[in-house]
C-alpha cells in the first residue's frame, strides 16, 4: 500500500519570495513539483502556520492527552496523514519553547528516561485561541509573477500575452498532474486530498487570474490581439 | 509508438459566407491516442464545438482532413460518415443526450441496433455498458426518470458501447453541479485508462485538468498544449 | 434491416410518448374512415350483390324456369323431361301472384313449400313456423300490421280461401323489411287460381348439380318437341303465301277472321306505300294491342351462373366508401401534414441527436415515416372498429333507410380496404414532406434546435400553376366525354388543381413574410413566423382553402341558381296554395275542376287569409318560336316557353287581385292594362292567341308552373268568346302548413300544388355555406392547435422579455386570421375556376318566358364574396384571440 506523503525541501521561512519546492511522494513514486511565488501571500502563512503548527499541533494534542515527545511525533504524523514529516528533534525543542512560554508542564522521567508532557490552564487557552483566528492571507502585492507582466508591459523585453501562455501552460501542467495524482488516490486518504484540493484550487485560482489578466491586456489598445503581435500556433506544437 | 484513433490533418473550417463569413478553425492539427483523453479549452467562439464536429463527422471541414481509425472522412459517402458515427465515435453533449421515448438501455443500444446489430445482443452490450458506468439497476428507466448526472452517465455509456471507443464530449458538466461534474470527469477519465479515447471541450480548467493533453484554443488556432507529466515521478522543471 | 427495426421503434416510441398528439391523429384519421366504412355498408346494403339477386329470384336453387303464359300440361312436361334428362335433378314448383286484398293493399301472395331446401332463402322466416297444410298461412309484418294479427291468430283473406286462415308465421323477403307477402301453404294457389281476375305466375326451380346443363338440354328440348306439343295450331293451315313475311309466332296467335282481314288490306289501296309494314303494323296491334295481350307460352331460364355474372347497379360499393373517405382524407392529409411539420420542428434536436448517434438519412426519415404509418394504421383500424360498430349499432335505423334484412356484418371487406388505403397513402403522403425536411436538416443545427431557413424552391410555382392547368384541362376534356373512365378522370383533374394552388401558398408566404419589417411586432412575428416554418404553414393554408372552397363555390352556384330559375319567374312563395283540380272516384281521372267545397275543405284544414276562385283561360301565350343558334339540353331547337304549362291567362277578378295584394296589379288592370306577374317592373307586350297586346310586367312571387302569369281585366274577356275556361282556386295562407296538415291536403284528392317552399337551391346552399363555416372554424381550431404546441417555445421567450401573457392570444389570433387571408385569397380564385370549368361544359340555354341564360354562365356574387373574404379572416383571428388561453406566466418544467 502506498502511503503518500508530503516533504517540504526548502521555503520554511515565513517570508519567502523564491519558488517553493515540494516533494510529493506517492508510494514509490514522487513528484518534485514547484509552488510559483506567488503563492507567498497563500503558502508562506501556512507554511508559518507550519512552523507555528508544530507549536499548536502539540499544544492540541497534549489537550487531548498527556504524552512524551516520539508518542506525540507519531500522534501529530498519523493524525495529518504522514503528510507531515517531523524532525524528532524539532519535537522536543517545541516542547521545551511550551514549557518555558507556561503553556505546558513536564514531568520527571520515567524508568526508559522519558519526559511526558502536560498541558497546563494557559495552554488550554491559548490552543482555544489559536483555534479561533483566521488565517492571514492578505500579504498580497510584490510577488514575481505580476512583477513579470508589468515589467514586460513597461519595457517590452516580451509580450505580455506570451508571459501569460507561459505561465497558464506550466500551471495547466501542474493542475494536471495534481488532478493526476488526485484520481490515483484511490483510498480517499482525507488529508492528503485536502492538501490536493487546496493545490488545485490555488492552480485554478491562478488561472483564472491570468485568464482576467487577458481580457484586460484586451481592453488595452496597444495589446489587443489584432494590434499585438500573435504567436503562430505551430511553434507551440507540443507532440506527445 | 501506437497509431493515433483520430487524427486531424491542417483542419481549416470557414462558416458562411461574404461579410458573415467566420474562420471558426485555422490549420489545425491534433492526434488522440488510444487510451488518452484530450482535453480541448478556450474561450465561448474559439472553435471548440466547430472542431468537435468534424471529429465527429457532423460537419465537413473546408480545409485538412480528418482521419478516424485509419479512415479519411473527406473519402467517405453519407452513408458511411453515419457509420462512422455509429461504430466509432460517440458524442455526449451538455443536455438532451437522450432521447426522451427510449429507455436508458435502448438508448445505448440504438447506435449498435441502427448499424443491424440484433436486438438482444444489443441490449446485452448496453447492459455491460450500463455496469460500467455504475448505472447497473436502472437500463429500464426513461430518461426523465434520471437526474442530470445519470442522463450524462448513460450518454457516456452510449459513447462508448460496444465497438466505440472515441468519446466526443461537448462540455458534458456544463448543467451539472460541481461535485457531479467531478464524478462525470472521474468516469470519463476511468474510462480512457481502460483504453478509450476521449476528445473533452470545457472550460473548466480544473476539469480540463483530467486531460492528458490540454489543448487550448484561440480564433480557431491552437494556442498552447500542456501535457500532463507521463508519470508523477519524472521530475519536470517547467519555469 | 435491423437498422430500420431500431429507426421504427423510435418511431413507435415517439408516438406512445406525444400521447395527445398521437391520439388526435389517430382520431383524424379514424372519423373519415369510419365514416367511409358506414356510408360504404349503406350504399352496399342499399343496393344488392349478384348472389343476393340471384337469391331473390332462385332461393336455394340453381335454375329458375318461368312457365311464361302457361298452359295446362306445360309444368308436367317440364318435370318429367327433367326426371329423364337427370334423376339426380329436384323440381321443385312456386307460383306468385299480385292481388288485391282488402284492408291490405297489392300483396304479392306465394306458395311454396318452406321446408324445401330448395326455396330456401326465397323467404326468411322471421317468427313461427312455415304453413304447410291447408288452412295455414304465413305474413310479412306490414300485412300483419295492417290486419292487426300475429302469429296464432285467424284471419280472413276470402280472394285465397273461403275458410278462415291460421296465421302460423311472419315472413319477410330477404333484402327487404316491408312490402306486403302473404304466403299460402304449398300448392295453395292452384285452388284459386281460376278465381282470381290476375294471372298466377308459375315457375320451377330445379336444384342440383347438374341443373344447369339440364336446363341447356330442357331448352332443346323445349324447342324441339315442346312447342310442338303446347302452341296452338294456326287459324289458317297453310299460312297464306302473301303472308309469308309475317313472323311465323305472331301468325300463330292470330285468329282465321284476322288473317283474312290482313290478306285484305296488303291488297287494297289503304295499305299505301309501304303495304308490308302497313300489314305487319296492324298485325301486332291485334295481338299486342288490345286490353289482353296474347303470347305463346314459353320457358324462360334463369341461371345462377347468369344471376353472378351480371354486376349490381353500383359495380362496387367500395368505390363509393373510397370516395366518400378521400374526400374527407384529402382534408385530413392538409392537417395531419401541418402537424407532423410541426412535431419534426419540435424535435429537431432529438433528430439530431439520432444523427449524432450514426442514424442516416434513410434511418431518420424511417422515424417520422413510420410514426406516420403508425398512426394512419391505428387510425384506419379504429376507423374501420368504430365504423363496424356504427354499423352494427345503427343496424335497425339502417335497414329501415335501406328498406332490406341485413344478413350477416353487412359491410364487405372491400368496403374497408379502399378507405384503409386511402387513409394510408393520404397519411404517408402527409408525412413525407416533414420526414423529407426532417432528414434534410444538418445535423450540426438539428443538434442547435435550428431549422435553417431555405430559400422557397424555384420549381414550385411553375409547378404549381402547371398542376392546376393540367387539372382544369382533365375536368373540362374529362366533362366533355362519356366515357366510365371520364369520371374518374374529372376527380383526378379536381385534385390536380386543388393541389396546384396549394403548391403555391408556400411561396406566397415566403414573400409575405419580406413585409414584415412594415408591420408592428405581433404582426411582424406572425408573418416571419409562417415565412420561416412553411411547411407547416403552407399545409395549414391549404387545409383552410380546401375547406373554403365549399362556401365559396355554394354561393356562385347559388347566385348562378338563382339567376338561371330567374327566367322561370320569381321563387314561389311558400304561403300560396294553388288548387288547380280534384280527382273523380276514378283514380285515373284528374280533371274535375275545383268546386267551392274543395276550397272549403282546404279552409278547414289550415288558416287562410284569402281565397280566389277564378276561371282560367285556354289561350296561347306565345308561339313555339323557334330560336336561332341555340340549342336545347337534348340537342334540339330552343323554344321561347310558354308562361306556365296549361293555363296561362287569368280573368283579373277582384278576389284575385286582392288575394294577390299587389297595388300595381290592382292598378294596372283597373286601368285595363294586361298583366304579366314576372320578374321585374316594366313595360312589355304578350302575345294572345296570335295577336299581341301592350303589357305591364311586375315582379310578383306566384306558384311557378301553376299559376297563370298573365291577367286581362274583365273588359277583355269579350275578345276571347270561345275560349274553353277552367276555375281554379288560388289560396293564400297565413303560414306554411305544417307536415301533417299538408298530408291531410293531400288525402284530400286535390291536384295542388304550392302550399310549401321547398327548399330553393340557394337556401340549400346558404345552409351548405353554414355547416362549412363551421367546418372552417374547426379546421382552422385544429391547424392551430398545432401552430400553437410549435410556437409556444418562442412565445416563452417573448413573454420573459416583457410582453404580457396575452400577447400569445393576440399573436395566435393574428396568425389564424392571416393564414385565413392567404386561404381565402387561393380559394376565392379556385373556387370560380372550379365552377367555371365545371360548368363550361354545358353548352346549352336554359329558356323561360323572362329570359334566357346560357348554362355555361356563371354569375358571381361578388359582394357577397368580398364580404365572406373580408369578414371571416378577421372572425376567424377575433374567436381564436378570444378562445386560447394566455401564455402562463411561469413557464412549465420542460421535459428533457
Ligand atoms: N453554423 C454556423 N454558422 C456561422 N457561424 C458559425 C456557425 N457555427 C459556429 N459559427 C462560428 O464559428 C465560431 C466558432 O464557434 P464554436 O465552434 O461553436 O465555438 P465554441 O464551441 O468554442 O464556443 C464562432 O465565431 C461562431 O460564431
Ligand atoms: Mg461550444
Not at chain 3, 315582379?699 to 298573365?710: F, G, I, L, N, T
Request: charged share 20%.
Amino acid at each position: 500500500m502506498s502511503v503518500p506523503s508530503c516533504e517540504l525541501l526548502r521555503g520554511l521561512e515565513p517570508v519567502i519570495s523564491a519558488p517553493i519546492w515540494v516533494r510529493v511522494v506517492v508510494g514509490k513514486k514522487s513528484l518534485d513539483a514547484h509552488i510559483l511565488s506567488m503563492y507567498y501571500w497563500y503558502i508562506p502563512s501556512m507554511y508559518g502556520g507550519f512552523v507555528v503548527g508544530i507549536k499548536e499541533g502539540l499544544l492540541c494534542l497534549l489537550v487531548k492527552n498527556e504524552g512524551h515527545g516520539y508518542q506525540l511525533k507519531q500522534d501529530l504524523e498519523s493524525a495529518t496523514s504522514d503528510t507531515w514529516q517531523l524532525n524528532i528533534g524539532q519535537v522536543y525543542t517545541t516542547l521545551q519553547r511550551l514549557e518555558r512560554d507556561g503553556l505546558a508542564t513536564s514531568h520527571s522521567p520515567d524508568a526508559d528516561g522519558r519526559v511526558t508532557y502536560s498541558v497546563t490552564d494557559h495552554g488550554r487557552a491559548a490552543a482555544r485561541d489559536w483555534m479561533a483566528q483566521p488565517v492571514d492571507l492578505a500579504a498580497a502585492g510584490r510577488d514575481e509573477i505580476s512583477l513579470k507582466l508589468l515589467m514586460a508591459l513597461v519595457s517590452g523585453v516580451e509580450h505580455p500575452r506570451r508571459v501569460i501562455e507561459v505561465q497558464r501552460g506550466s500551471i495547466m501542467g501542474l493542475l494536471q498532474d495534481y488532478t493526476a495524482l488526485k484520481s490515483d488516490n484511490a483510498h480517499d486518504d482525507f488529508a492528503w486530498l485536502l492538501y490536493l484540493d487546496r493545490l488545485i484550487f490555488s492552480a485554478e485560482a491562478e488561472l483564472r487570474w491570468l485568464e482576467r489578466v487577458e481580457s484586460r491586456l484586451d481592453d488595452l489598445p496597444a495589446f489587443s490581439p489584432t494590434v499585438g503581435e500573435k504567436q503562430p500556433a505551430e511553434s507551440m506544437e507540443v507532440t506527445p | 509508438m501506437t497509431e493515433p484513433i483520430l487524427s486531424m490533418r491542417r483542419l481549416g473550417k470557414t462558416h458562411g459566407v461574404g461579410a458573415q463569413r467566420v474562420d471558426a478553425l485555422v490549420s489545425v492539427d491534433l492526434d488522440l491516442l488510444p487510451g488518452e483523453l484530450v482535453a480541448i479549452t478556450g474561450r465561448s467562439g474559439s472553435g471548440k464545438t466547430t472542431l468537435l464536429n468534424m471529429a465527429g463527422a457532423l460537419d465537413e471541414p473546408t480545409t485538412g482532413e480528418v482521419i478516424v481509425d485509419g479512415q479519411n472522412l473527406a473519402t467517405l459517402s453519407k452513408q458511411e460518415l453515419a457509420r462512422v458515427r455509429r461504430v466509432s465515435v460517440g458524442y455526449v453533449f451538455q443536455q438532451f443526450n437522450l432521447l426522451p421515448s427510449l429507455t436508458a438501455a435502448e438508448n445505448i443500444s440504438l447506435p449498435l441496433e441502427l448499424d443491424g446489430m440484433k436486438p438482444a445482443l444489443a441490449r446485452e452490450l448496453a447492459e455491460k455498458s450500463l455496469d460500467e458506468v455504475e448505472l447497473g439497476g436502472m437500463a429500464d428507466r426513461y430518461p426523465d426518470q434520471l437526474s442530470g448526472g445519470e442522463q450524462q452517465r448513460v450518454a457516456i455509456a452510449r459513447g462508448l458501447v460496444g465497438p466505440r471507443s472515441v468519446l466526443l464530449a461537448d462540455e458534458p458538466t456544463g448543467a451539472l453541479d460541481e461535485a457531479t461534474s467531478e464524478s462525470i470527469l472521474k468516469l470519463i477519465r476511468s474510462r480512457c485508462d481502460a483504453g478509450a479515447a476521449a476528445l473533452l471541450v470545457t472550460h473548466e480548467p480544473a476539469y480540463a485538468a483530467w486531460a492528458d493533453r490540454v489543448v487550448r484554443l484561440r480564433d480557431g488556432r491552437v494556442e498552447g498544449i500542456s501535457v500532463r507529466s507521463k508519470t508523477p515521478s519524472s521530475t519536470a522543471d517547467l519555469s | 434491416m435491423n437498422g430500420r427495426r431500431a429507426a421504427f421503434k423510435v418511431a413507435t416510441r415517439n408516438a406512445r410518448r406525444n400521447r395527445k398528439r398521437t391520439i388526435f391523429l389517430v382520431l383524424l384519421v379514424a372519423v373519415p374512415v369510419g365514416l367511409g366504412v358506414v356510408v360504404g355498408g349503406i350504399v352496399r346494403a342499399s343496393s344488392l350483390s349478384p348472389q343476393e339477386s340471384a337469391q331473390t329470384a332462385l332461393g336455394a336453387a340453381d335454375v329458375q324456369v318461368y312457365l311464361y303464359a302457361a298452359v295446362p300440361g306445360v309444368s308436367e312436361w317440364v318435370r318429367s323431361t327433367v326426371g329423364d334428362l337427370s334423376p339426380a335433378t329436384s323440381v321443385t314448383e312456386l307460383r306468385q301472384a299480385g292481388v288485391r286484398i282488402p284492408g291490405v293493399g297489392f300483396a304479392q301472395v306465394w306458395d311454396l313449400d318452406g321446408s324445401d331446401p330448395a326455396t330456401e332463402g326465397l323467404l326468411l322466416l322471421l317468427d313461427g313456423d312455415w304453413p304447410r297444410a291447408d288452412g295455414e298461412v304465413a305474413v310479412s309484418p306490414t300485412v300483419a300490421e295492417r290486419l292487426n294479427v300475429d302469429v296464432g291468430d285467424v284471419v280472413e283473406l276470402q280472394d285465397l280461401s273461403t275458410n278462415e286462415l291460421e296465421v302460423v308465421g311472419l315472413i319477410s323477403r330477404p333484402f327487404s323489411s316491408e312490402g306486403s307477402d302473404i304466403l299460402i301453404q304449398p300448392r295453395g294457389l292452384v285452388s284459386v287460381e281460376g278465381s282470381l281476375d290476375v294471372p298466377v305466375e308459375s315457375s320451377l326451380l330445379l336444384s342440383g348439380s347438374e341443373a344447369e346443363e339440364v336446363a341447356d338440354q330442357l331448352g332443346a328440348a323445349w324447342y324441339n318437341e315442346g312447342q310442338q306439343l303446347y302452341w296452338p295450331e294456326p287459324a289458317v293451315d297453310p299460312k297464306p303465301s302473301e303472308l309469308a313475311f309475317l313472323d311465323d309466332q305472331m301468325y300463330l296467335l292470330l285468329a282465321e277472321a284476322e288473317i283474312y282481314e290482313l290478306v285484305d288490306l296488303l291488297e287494297s289501296q289503304e295499305a299505301g306505300s309501304d303495304p308490308v309494314a302497313a300489314v305487319q303494323q296492324l298485325a301486332s296491334e291485334m295481338v299486342y294491342g288490345s286490353g289482353s295481350p296474347r303470347s305463346l307460352p314459353d320457358l324462360y331460364f334463369n341461371t345462377r351462373t347468369q344471376w353472378l355474372a351480371q354486376g349490381s347497379v353500383i359495380d362496387d360499393p367500395g368505390f363509393v366508401s373510397t370516395g366518400a373517405s378521400t374526400l374527407l382524407l384529402v382534408e385530413v392529409a392538409f392537417i395531419t401534414g401541418a402537424a407532423f411539420a410541426a412535431g419534426t420542428r419540435r424535435r429537431l434536436r432529438e433528430i439530431g441527436l439520432m444523427g449524432a448517434n450514426g442514424a442516416s438519412v434513410k434511418h431518420i426519415r424511417i422515424t417520422v415515416l413510420g410514426e406516420g404509418l403508425l398512426i394512419g394504421s391505428v387510425g384506419a383500424l379504429s376507423g374501420v372498429l368504430v365504423g363496424l360498430g356504427v354499423f352494427v349499432l345503427a343496424r335497425p335505423l339502417i335497414q329501415r333507410y335501406v328498406s332490406r334484412v341485413l344478413v350477416g356484418v353487412g359491410v364487405a371487406i372491400s368496403d374497408v380496404i379502399g378507405p384503409v388505403v386511402v387513409a394510408l397513402v393520404s397519411v404517408l403522403l402527409a408525412v413525407w414532406i416533414p420526414a423529407r425536411t426532417a432528414s434534410k436538416v444538418p445535423i450540426t443545427s438539428a443538434l442547435q434546435g435550428r431549422m435553417p431557413a431555405l430559400a422557397p424552391r424555384k420549381w414550385v410555382i411553375p409547378v404549381g400553376i402547371g398542376c392546376a392547368a393540367v387539372g382544369v384541362l382533365l375536368v373540362s376534356v374529362s366533362l366533355a366525354s362519356e366515357s366510365g373512365l371520364a369520371n374518374v378522370l374529372v376527380g383526378v383533374g379536381a385534385v390536380l388543381l386543388v393541389g396546384g394552388v396549394a403548391l403555391t401558398a408556400s411561396p406566397i408566404l415566403a414573400s409575405a413574410s419580406r413585409l414584415a419589417n412594415q408591420v408592428p411586432a405581433a404582426g411582424r412575428l406572425v408573418l416571419r413566423d409562417s415565412g420561416r416554418n412553411r411547411t407547416r404553414s403552407a399545409v395549414a393554408v391549404a387545409a383552410i382553402m380546401v375547406i373554403l372552397l365549399a362556401p365559396i363555390t355554394a354561393v356562385t352556384v347559388a347566385a348562378t341558381t338563382t339567376e338561371k330559375d330567374l327566367v322561370y319567374g320569381l321563387p314561389s312563395p311558400g304561403n300560396h296554395l294553388v288548387l288547380a283540380s280534384s280527382f273523380s272516384v276514378d283514380l285515373s281521372d284528374y280533371s274535375n275542376p275545383i268546386s267551392e267545397q274543395d276550397v272549403a275543405a282546404v279552409e278547414a284544414i289550415v288558416p287562410v287569409t284569402r281565397t280566389a276562385l277564378f276561371d282560367t283561360l285556354d289561350l296561347r301565350v306565345a308561339t313555339n318560336e323557334m330560336i336561332e343558334g341555340q340549342e336545347s339540353q337534348d340537342g334540339g331547337p330552343v323554344f321561347v316557353a310558354n308562361f306556365s304549362d296549361g293555363d296561362d291567362v287569368a280573368v283579373g277578378t277582384e278576389d284575385l287581385l286582392a288575394a294577390l295584394g299587389d297595388p300595381g296589379v290592382t292598378a294596372s288592370i283597373a286601368a285595363g292594362e294586361v298583366v304579366v306577374l314576372g320578374i321585374e317592373s316594366k313595360e312589355t307586350r304578350v302575345n294572345l292567341n296570335g295577336r299581341e297586346y301592350p303589357a305591364h310586367e311586375y315582379p310578383v312571387e306566384v306558384v311557378k308552373w301553376s299559376m297563370p302569369r298573365v291577367l286581362i281585366p274583365e273588359a277583355m274577356l269579350g275578345l276571347f268568346p270561345d275560349v274553353p275556361t277552367r276555375p281554379i282556386a288560388l289560396l293564400v295562407l297565413e303560414r306554411s302548413p305544417t307536415n301533417d296538415e299538408y298530408n291531410e291536403i293531400s288525402s284530400l284528392g286535390l291536384a295542388f300544388n304550392g302550399g310549401r317552399s321547398p327548399m330553393s337551391d340557394s337556401t340549400a346552399y346558404l345552409i351548405a355555406s353554414g355547416v362549412s363555416l363551421l367546418v372552417v372554424l374547426i379546421v382552422v381550431s385544429l391547424v392551430t392547435a398545432v401552430s400553437a404546441a410549435e410556437v409556444d417555445e418562442e412565445l416563452r421567450t417573448i413573454v420573459a422579455v416583457g410582453a404580457p401573457g396575452s400577447f400569445r392570444r393576440r399573436f395566435l389570433g393574428l396568425l389564424t386570421g392571416y393564414q385565413t387571408l392567404v386561404a381565402m385569397l387561393l380559394a376565392v380564385p379556385l373556387g370560380l375556376g372550379l365552377v367555371w370549368v365545371f360548368s363550361s361544359a354545358q353548352d346549352f340555354v336554359y329558356a323561360g318566358p323572362f329570359g334566357l341564360v346560357q348554362a355555361s354562365a356563371v354569375t358571381v356574387p361578388w359582394p357577397q364574396i368580398a364580404v365572406f373574404a373580408a369578414v371571416l379572416p378577421i372572425s376567424i383571428g377575433v374567436l381564436t384571440l378570444t378562445s386560447v388561453r394566455s401564455a402562463p406566466v411561469t413557464p412549465p418544467r420542460r421535459a428533457s
